[in-house]
């Protein structure tokens, strides 16, 4: 009981904390800029000044279009959200696109609102709405999605806006899987038809088998960018799950964001993300994702991303994404695993769509998607801990910090080798760390993932392999930085 309250009790520690620095920092030169990936570090993006910039935070699937069970959905109080962000230490979400207008998932339907397109009329499409004018843009949906990411930046948040969406089509129960998208011949006055080989789907408006579609498609990429270059904290992601059969389609847009960006005044980096399919055989390969011509990849589970991440290579900057690995998942072991190998680590937090621990649905999304004024407790630790690596990125010069993985027992050390060493233990207990050949000394320090306290450890000299014992019950962070008095 007192070590319940005690960990209460030290969690809203932290984040007052927190929330302080944040807003600290807030205050000081903003140093936003288009990210570029680092020079000497190319794990990692840079901001204009040449350092550092590690993106982490938690992104949620309402924060640009409202979507709900009413029609039209309750608005999304981004504002508040925004607040959230900052007071987890946070910098960077995905900011969601949703094709389709009408959507269900097992629990009834879903209604998304805005879209690029007006509706205009005369005609009805099947959701009984006007139907859409393909050759005009919506104007409110840019001035909302401009507003959005320039209230993001004025947190320090980087935004990565998401261009198309591709799982709706995939998983959504027929017939509202197709039947609610703009391509859909009965919903536009154009005479578009994505579904070429009319099977109700229409994944092909995500392959380049009708030039007519993705003409469409350039015209709308164009609007967003004209509408969001001048700002700083922008990355782009071409689309959200979308299956194998994209890669060509994803390939031909990311090199259309840089071509087009090429003739703006900023240029913005480009994520491919996790292919994903119901059905196995079309699902997109992690190796599709590192040849591709994108700044930033995001993977899927296979090759141990979720319990014991690879190290990062920087042949991509790796933004590991827990809505690719989990769906709904996540631990604290994972933030530190991801941030030890070099990664960038994001949540997929039901912000807003919490069910109750006592409630008899089942712990899929599909099954607890029920707006209330919430978040989900279970994953608090994964909220914290993911700002308590931004506060090391930030004390650490993660430009010459490399994941070193061979110089823990534990298998997890980021590390400047004879200057700096972070290590995760994430059974806690006793392990060693490798302090190599230069003799120097070491101040070290605890810091206990569960509570989120730092504790002073010992001064301890370099030149050989170095014992140490965990002083809590649980997973730990061990850093250690070269004495300035030797």
């Known amino acids: 009981m007192q070590k319940n309250v005690l960990h209460a009790m030290a969690v809203?520690?932290?984040?007052?904390v927190s929330l302080t620095l944040a807003c600290n920092h807030s205050t000081s030169e903003n140093k936003l800029g288009p990210l570029r990936p680092h020079n000497a570090n190319p794990r990692y993006f840079s901001d204009p000044s040449g350092d550092v910039e590690y993106l982490t935070g938690s992104h949620t699937w309402s924060n640009l279009q409202d979507f709900g069970k009413t029609d039209s959905p309750e608005?999304?109080?981004?504002?508040?959200?925004?607040?959230?962000?900052?007071?987890?230490?946070?910098?960077?979400?995905?900011?969601?696109?949703?094709e389709l207008s009408v959507f269900d998932v097992g629990t009834g339907l879903f209604y998304v609102n805005p879209h690029p397109w007006p509706r205009v009329g005369p005609a009805k499409a099947l959701d009984g709405k006007p139907a859409f004018d393909l050759?005009?843009?919506?104007?409110?949906?840019?001035?909302?999605?401009?507003?959005?990411?320039?209230?993001?930046?004025?947190?320090?948040?980087?935004?990565s806006i998401m261009l198309f969406e591709g799982w709706g089509i995939q998983t959504s129960n027929a017939p509202w899987c197709w039947d609610g998208h703009p391509f859909n011949k009965a919903n536009n006055v154009n005479g578009i038809d994505g579904d070429a080989d009319d099977d109700g789907r229409g994944i092909e408006i995500q392959t380049l088998a009708d030039p007519a579609v993705t003409a469409l498609q350039?015209?709308?990429?164009?609007?967003?960018?004209?509408?969001?270059?001048?700002?700083?904290?922008?990355?782009?992601?071409?689309?959200?799950?979308?299956?194998?059969?994209s890669t060509e389609w994803q390939y031909h847009f990311i090199r259309f964001v840089k071509d087009y960006e090429s003739g703006k005044p900023k240029q913005h980096p480009v994520g491919m993300t996790f292919q994903y399919s119901r059905d196995t055989a079309v699902r997109g390969k992690n190796e599709t994702l590192f040849a591709s011509p994108a700044d930033w990849i995001s993977p899927n589970p296979d090759g141990g991303w979720r319990d014991d991440p690879p190290d990062s290579s920087g042949v991509k900057i790796v933004i590991n994404d827990t809505d690719h690995l989990?769906?709904?998942?996540?631990?604290?072991?994972?933030?530190?695993?991801?941030?030890?190998?070099?990664?960038?680590?994001?949540?997929?937090?039901?912000?807003?769509?919490?069910?109750?621990?006592?409630?008899?649905?089942?712990?899929?999304?599909?099954d607890f998607?029920?707006?209330?004024?919430?978040?989900?407790?279970?994953?608090?630790?994964?909220?914290?801990?993911?700002?308590?690596?931004?506060?090391?990125a930030r004390r650490m010069n993660l430009a010459d910090c490399v994941p070193c993985p061979k110089l823990a027992s534990t298998g997890f050390c980021?590390?400047?080798?004879?200057?700096?060493?972070?290590?995760?233990?994430?059974?806690?207990?006793?392990?060693t760390v490798d302090l190599g050949d230069i003799e120097t000394s070491y101040v070290t320090e605890w810091f206990d993932p569960e509570t989120g306290t730092e504790q002073p450890g010992q001064i301890v000299r370099g030149g050989e392999i170095r014992s140490f014992s965990v002083p809590f019950d649980n997973d730990a962070v061990l850093y250690l930085k070269m004495n300035d008095g030797r």
């Open 12 to 16: 809203v520690v932290v984040m007052l």
């Open 135 to 159: 050759m005009t843009f919506n104007q409110s949906y840019f001035n909302r999605l401009r507003e959005r990411v320039i209230a993001a930046g004025e947190r320090e948040i980087y935004v």
């Open 414 to 431: 980021l590390a400047n080798i004879g200057v700096e060493y972070l290590v995760y233990a994430p059974d806690g207990g006793s392990f």
């Open 326 to 366: 989990w769906g709904i998942g996540g631990n604290r072991a994972w933030v530190w695993k991801s941030f030890c190998r070099g990664l960038n680590p994001i949540f997929m937090d039901r912000y807003g769509y919490f069910v109750p621990p006592d409630s008899t649905r089942k712990t899929q999304w599909v």
């Open 75 to 98: 608005p999304f109080d981004f504002d508040s959200y925004l607040n959230f962000l900052i007071r987890y230490n946070h910098n960077f979400i995905r900011l969601w696109r949703w």
């Open 218 to 245: 350039e015209a709308y990429v164009r609007k967003v960018i004209d509408t969001v270059n001048d700002l700083d904290n922008v990355l782009y992601e071409i689309v959200n799950e979308s299956g194998g059969y």
């Open 369 to 392: 998607i029920e707006p209330v004024p919430a978040v989900d407790p279970k994953f608090e630790s994964v909220r914290l801990n993911l700002g308590h690596t931004r506060s090391y």
